[in-house]
């Protein structure tokens, strides 16, 4: 059985999520969190709460154990954009793009 949690609409690009992604995947709950906690990036903090949330479902939700739980996979979509324009020279607009992501953490239960 497998339960999952999902932020959407978070603030940071997808690209500096999924870095930490790859780190947790496949790695037990309890050393999934540790590496979150002292992993010094805004996106850590964001999938630390996340997972927390999957770690809940999974208990409250579905009746598993904590000390079988692993982290089946980790990921990050990406959300709308939001485009602004910033003043170039000779009257020219430049753009910047400002991404957001959906987070999502899947865990499941070891056999």
């Not at 932020?7 to 500096?16: D, E, G, Q, T, W």
């Not at 903090?45 to 939700?61: F, P, Q, T, Y």
């Not at 170039?88 to 992501?101: L, V």
């Amino acid at each position: 059985m497998e339960a999952r949690a999902i932020a959407k609409y978070v603030r940071i690009s997808p690209l500096k999520v999924n870095f930490i992604c790859r780190e947790i995947t496949g790695k037990q709950v309890d050393e999934a969190l540790s590496i979150l906690k002292f992993t010094p990036k805004k996106g850590a903090r964001i999938l630390e709460k996340v997972l927390d949330s999957a770690v809940a479902n999974a208990e409250n939700n579905l009746n598993l154990d904590r000390d079988n739980l692993y982290v089946s996979s980790a990921y990050a979509n990406e959300g709308p954009r939001m485009k602004r324009w910033r003043p170039k020279a000779k009257g020219m607009a430049y753009p910047i793009i400002k991404r957001s992501s959906h987070i999502g953490v899947v865990v499941e239960e070891k056999e």
